[in-house]
């Protein structure tokens, strides 16, 4: 099979390689539909995300869709969760399986990811498809599930008026959570002039400065989008830091956050919701396919991956086996 390896910072090659061969409780996977996201661009424009840093040439790529093959569910289409958790922890115990201490994830240290051809993957991290879902929005359900997280922890009620930070994918799948949730406002703030439309086409309206947000989702990194979510943010609201900073590191205004009396909460991937994700897709309460503008075989990962970091577009997909 065809895999794609990360050597190093910019450094994306593609290999022929054996294909691997599922051991007990796993299935082998053909790769159908590979979500770029955010955290990929760390990886490939710094050679790490984090505190995480490149221990061998890597798989990346962790939204992902495939098929079945082989076994007694040949032919069945899923979407893949990448999280991989050890179920025995106290905190899997505790039902918060993403802050898992010893959690396995694709395209993240020492486990390779989707931007390959194959792969192998416990039986129960498989989610099946509904036909009426494409493999590419598969593979989108999961940076849905991590906008599900996020609302989970916005504590969001009913006319509330919401501010997004921040409309790449994620930001924009909150801002129609948000208002399938309850909002009756919800205010949007991005720099790149089509981002800001399509968060304004799904019922956004522009982010003006003012202090008027009971909840505000910071879904970029930078630390003008956090500043920008603090302003945002009414007193005693929750502000719910989604984007991961470059170079590992997020500053603001602390007498600005302490003297409103803000609640920051950290978003740590997600919880178990991809059933969740996946009803709220087949029943078109969440369009999934509106977000994908380039597409793009596993032949030309690298200009894939220098697409998705140029944010012309919104979600950039590989499609392993074109």
């Known amino acids: 099979m065809i895999v794609s390896r990360l050597h190093r910072a910019g450094d994306i090659r593609l ?9 007990d409780g ?4 053909e790769v159908t539909s590979v979500g770029i996201c955010g955290s990929d661009l760390h990886w490939f424009t710094e050679g790490g995300i984090g505190d995480a840093v490149l221990p061998r040439p890597l798989v990346l790529g962790h939204e992902m869709a495939g ?29 918060r399986p993403n802050l898992c201490t010893r959690i396995v994830f694709a ?17 129960h991290r498989l989610h099946r498809l509904p036909d009426g879902l494409s493999d590419d929005e598969g593979a ?26 921040g409309c790449g994918p994620i930001g924009l799948l909150l801002v129609r959570l948000a208002l399938l949730g309850g909002a009756t406002r919800v205010l949007a703030s991005d720099p790149l002039p089509h981002r800001q439309r399509a968060a304004e086409g799904l019922g956004a309206e522009p982010a003006t400065g003012e202090a008027v947000a009971d909840v505000v989702f910071e879904v970029s ?10 302003r945002l943010a009414r007193p005693g609201a929750r502000v719910v830091l989604v984007g991961i900073p470059d170079g590992d590191r997020t500053t603001f205004s602390a007498a600005l956050a302490r003297r409103k009396g803000l609640t920051l909460v950290m978003v740590r ?40 970091a140029s944010r012309t ?8 086996g074109a």
């Not at 290999?15 to 051991?23: D, I, M, W």
């Not at 796993?26 to 996977?29: A, K």
């Not at 993240?108 to 416990?122: E, K, Y």
């Not at 990194?221 to 603090?230: I, K, Q, R, T």
Request: hydrophobic share 45%; proline share 7%.
């Open 269 to 308: 991937r997600m919880g178990e919701v991809y059933p969740r994700a996946i009803d709220l897709a087949a029943r078109r309460l969440v369009e999934l396919a509106p977000l994908v503008s380039h597409t793009f075989p596993l032949g030309d990962v690298e200009n894939a991956m220098s697409t998705a």
């Open 221 to 230: 990194g930078s630390d003008g989008a956090v500043e920008a979510s603090l």
């Open 140 to 165: 989108l359900l999961e940076p849905l599930g991590v906008a599900l997280h996020a609302m989970d922890l916005s504590h969001l009620r009913m006319a509330a008026t919401v501010a997004v930070a």
């Open 107 to 123: 395209g993240h240290g020492d486990c390779d990811g989707g931007l390959r051809q194959f792969l192998t993957w416990p039986a």
């Open 15 to 23: 290999h022929e390689e054996e294909r691997p061969v599922p051991g």
């Open 67 to 95: 098929v079945i093959r082989g076994g007694v569910d040949d032919g069945v289409r899923v979407a893949i969760d990448p999280a991989i958790p050890c179920e025995t922890c106290e905190e899997c115990r505790a039902g």
């Open 313 to 320: 577009g919104v979600k950039v997909v590989v499609h392993p």
């Open 26 to 29: 796993e299935r082998l996977v």
